[in-house]
């Protein structure tokens, strides 16, 4: 903000939705207020006329003294009970409209897994294939999986590439069922996802996701979430940090694996022990270290791994993975090709559809192919520093 000099803009906006809301509160209370006073206007006015009716029956000895009395003890009462009433009333509105969104939010969460009919999830043994796949993210947006038809192959390391936008993360959302197509079924082995147990079903995945947690935790637990089971597995957690090449920079860190990776804590030893930040390149290998706490699982997948490492880094993870996973399904995705270009098969999306697929060599055989383009474009300057990236090829997608 002040590098950009944005504090008067933000300061502007802020008071001006300040003023939205108080003007909506003010306007709240003003209603009731004139509620308030029409109801005991009227109250007083009813109590006034009763009294005055009674006295009027006292004089001509209708009535005694001490009906008046009662009369006007009978009054308060009854409007006691009313005034209780009316806040009950109102109490009840206000939370019927809380509820009312309490009810959907569960119900959004309910549809989500309704369609379970919890068949057991068998082990992947041919290949997860998305079957004429549609998606969009709601009704009035428009569709980012259009007829996707994708073959991921059991027991290959598979690289799915694509320009920005192409709906690459998409495809792994949905292969970790945080939505459901549309339209079309994926197949796990010829079963349709929807048929499993949620939860079984993502047991078998490893998914490091494009948008990765950074959690105010230490780094064991930062990694550990990974299979919480092995938390306190120092085995397991250092053969993750080693596999995503963050074993070195584990050991200079202050305390080492139970370092805080946040300084939003206070130590309260004077700063002693107080939390690291890393850097964004150090973070994505600490999500990468995240997914290879699941190295055993069937299905490994992984959303743009290393597009934030420098060019040593970025080879050493994808060698590691490709050494961990050999045998094992993979599926690596990439805007950017060198992640891989050894792939043992290699997916091009383009506006949520296959546009291409084969080996690198295979596709570099079509010169006007876009797997070609992309790779022309990026090793074209690759030669000096700032090779461009994909992204900057076709800026902002669709
Ligand atoms: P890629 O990973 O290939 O760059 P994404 O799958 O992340 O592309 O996104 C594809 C398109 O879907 C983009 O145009 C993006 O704006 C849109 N999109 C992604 N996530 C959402 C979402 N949660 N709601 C609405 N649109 C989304
Ligand atoms: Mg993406």
């Known amino acids: 903000m002040r590098a950009y000099g944005v504090g008067e803009f933000v300061r502007t906006r802020m008071l001006s939705e300040l003023r939205v809301m ?24 009813m109590a006034t006329l009763g009294l005055l009716l009674a006295v009027n029956l006292a004089v001509r000895h209708l009535i005694s003294i ?55 999830v068998p082990r992947l043994t041919r290949a997860i294939v998305f079957d004429d796949v549609w998606f969009r993210y709601s009704p009035n947006l428009p569709w980012i ?47 349709d996802i ?43 957690i250092g053969a993750a940090l080693e596999g995503a090449g963050l074993k070195g920079a584990a050991e200079s860190l202050p305390l080492k694996w139970e370092t805080m990776l946040s300084r939003i804590f206070s130590s309260g030893d004077g700063g002693q022990s107080s939390g690291v930040r890393l850097s964004g390149g150090e973070w994505q290998k600490v999500a990468a270290a995240r997914t290879m706490m699941r190295s055993n699982v069937d299905v490994m997948l992984l959303d743009e791994p290393t597009s934030g490492l420098d060019a040593t880094a970025e080879a050493e993870l994808v060698g590691k993975v490709v050494a961990m996973r050999a045998g094992r399904t993979t599926a690596m995705i990439s805007h950017r090709l060198f992640p891989v270009v050894h792939a043992e098969r290699i997916a091009v999306i383009d506006h949520g559809r296959l546009v291409e697929e084969g080996r690198h060599a295979e596709l570099m055989s079509r010169p006007d192919g876009l797997y070609s383009t992309l790779y022309r474009a990026q090793m074209g300057t690759s030669s000096g520093a700032g090779a ?11």
């Open 22 to 45: 108080n003007g909506l509160e003010r306007h709240a209370d003003q209603r009731q207020r004139f509620l308030q006073v029409a109801a005991a206007t009227v109250s007083v006015a």
């Open 66 to 120: 001490g009906d008046i009395a009662l009369y006007v003890a009978a009054a308060s009462g009854v409007q006691g009970g009313l005034a209780i009433l009316a806040g009950a009333a109102s109490h009840l509105v206000r939370a019927h409209g809380v509820y009312a969104r309490y009810v959907e939010l569960m119900d959004t969460a309910k549809a989500q897994v309704s369609q379970s009919v919890s068949t057991s």
């Open 194 to 236: 929807r048929t499993f147990d949620v939860r079984d079903y993502r047991t078998h995945l490893a998914t490091m996701f494009q948008d990765y947690v950074c959690y105010d935790l230490t780094l064991r637990e930062n990694i550990g979430l990974g299979d919480v089971s092995s938390i306190d597995d120092d085995d397991a």
């Open 145 to 191: 999986l259009e007829g996707l038809s994708l073959v991921v192959p059991a027991g290959m390391f598979t690289g799915i590439i694509g320009l920005n936008g192409a709906g690459k993360s998409t495809i792994i959302k949905l292969l970790n069922r945080l939505y459901e197509p549309t339209e079309g079924r994926i197949l796990w082995d010829g079963i």
């Open 388 to 398: 461009p990236e994909v992204d900057t090829v076709r800026a902002g997608g669709r």
